[in-house]
């Protein structure tokens, strides 16, 4: 089901070093992969000689389609064909173990499925050393693991790799096991592969089993067409930071964008005495404590729609709850009113920022003694209490611009922002902050443009 131009733009990137093709194409669907790869074996562009090519699929419907297609663009080759209906990660962790690496090449667009932590296929993969917990991140290390050293691999996967805790072992698995050789954004998500309709980018990676990493290649073009190609290297510390411990992939979105963090801005969080959370009220879990409307004594709930351009609560006729009754069984899910810092977690794909933050100003809760936060919100505290009022609207401006969004589009290709992705930032000084929250008091009403003008004085 991979777009035939991707395709061929797939089998284009690996190198055309000589000797025996034996490919692996894991979740074959109707052949595409294979079908572009042997089409440009027979245009001239290759100079290996093709000898087998393994073509997974484990859905009985597509077989006829699959075999049809390979078998066309085979014609007259001397190449053997496998068409293969069984399970690719029960194989594959069979050859693993048995220490079979049978192939010189490897091309896949996977099947995007989370995997169930008590799954069998969960239980097979750490039988060989693979801790995943989707499908496509399971296949792709699969795939990497049964390539013979020097050889390559090309995939189409998506971004949500590049940062987060779940996808960390899938990250140290690849630097263990081979280098980074390129990586082609689509900067469109909506034209590319306009059929997934999914939330984040897809990028294409190509790997080198067990090869010297050196520098990383990054291209990017608006879509399939690639009409607006381009290209540049980059050293591999400024793909992978050196002592990240994440880490995490930053991707240069823009040609020749090396964006890093200024000297002004080493700071973690724990430097500057500040913690994000995840908001600990789950609406779902708690319903018989949720009320619509506040009453004397219940806490106020915020969810991200209370925090747009400025915090607006209650919002009336809202269909969520408004507030969280103040019992001794909430007591653990509730901050004490104060000044904190509101990110949603999930941006709409519309907005011009992936981090939209808010500071939470206690004098809108007159007389309420504490705060529910909803579990869509990430909220920076200290020690769950708040934090001073300088403080916490200089994090806001700080998190509002654009120097902050580009940085997190490096590692993020979706509209999710955890709390571990902001932890994994940089961050001012808590003198610099303070200066940022002076300027914002003293100015109250500001746009993008004062937010990003503000920045490039400080960071000049």
Not at 257 to 285: A, C, K, M, Q
Request: aromatic share 10%; charged share 25%.
């Amino acid at each position: 089901m991979t777009p035939v131009k991707i395709a061929r733009f797939m089998a284009s990137m690996f190198s055309r070093k000589g000797g025996p093709l034996r490919l692996l194409d894991p979740g074959a669907g109707q052949g595409a992969l294979s079908c572009a790869l042997l089409e440009a074996w027979k245009g001239g562009f290759f100079t290996f000689q093709p000898d087998a090519i393994d073509a997974f699929e484990i859905d009985s419907l597509l077989l006829p389609t699959l075999r049809k297609n390979v078998e066309r663009e085979k014609g007259n080759l001397a190449i053997d064909i496998n068409i293969r209906n069984m399970d690719f990660i029960e194989h594959a962790v069979h050859c693993i173990l048995c220490r079979e690496r049978p192939y010189t090449h490897a091309i896949l667009n996977p099947p995007y499925k989370k995997i169930r932590g008590d799954s069998r296929h969960r239980l097979i993969l750490r039988d060989v050393g693979i801790e995943t917990v989707n499908l496509y991140s399971a296949f792709v290390a699969l795939s990497l693991a049964m390539l013979i050293a020097g050889w390559q691999m090309v995939a189409i996967i998506p971004r949500s790799f590049c940062n987060g805790p779940y996808f960390k072992p899938f990250r140290e698995f690849i630097r263990r096991h081979s280098s980074i050789v390129r990586i082609h954004l689509f900067e469109a998500r909506n034209k590319a592969f306009k059929a997934d309709k999914v939330l984040q980018e897809n990028v294409i990676i190509m790997l080198e089993r067990d090869t010297p990493q050196g520098d990383v290649t990054i291209s990017t073009s608006a879509d399939d067409t690639l009409r607006d190609y381009s290209s540049n290297t980059y050293p591999f510390a400024k793909i992978v930071y050196p002592g990240d411990p994440q880490s995490f992939f930053h991707v240069p979105i823009n040609g020749g964008d090396t964006l890093v963090y200024p000297g002004l801005l080493s700071h973690s969080l724990s430097d500057i005495d500040i913690e994000v959370s995840t908001g600990p009220v789950i609406d779902f879990r708690m319903k018989e404590f949720l009320r619509y409307q506040h009453e004397p004594g219940d806490a106020p709930l915020l969810y991200p729609a209370h925090l747009n351009e400025r915090v607006k609560w209650p919002i009336d006729g809202f269909k969520k709850p408004n507030a969280i009754a103040y019992r001794p069984e909430t007591m653990k899910w509730l901050y004490p009113t104060g000044f904190y810092v509101g990110a949603r977690r999930v941006s709409s794909k519309e907005e011009k920022r992936r981090i939209v933050a808010n500071t939470i100003d206690p004098s809108r809760f007159p007389g309420m003694g504490w705060l529910g936060f909803e579990n869509h919100l990430n909220i920076f505290h200290r020690r769950k209490q708040g934090i001073s009022e300088r403080i916490a609207r200089g994090l806001t401006v700080y998190l509002n611009s654009s120097f902050i969004d580009n940085m997190i589009r490096r590692f993020s290709g979706h509209t999710q922002v955890n709390a571990t992705d902001l932890r994994s930032l940089q961050y001012p000084s808590r003198a610099t902050l303070e200066d940022l929250g002076k300027w914002a008091q003293e100015r109250k009403e500001f746009g993008q443009e004062a937010i990003d003008h503000i920045m490039e004085t400080i960071l000049k």
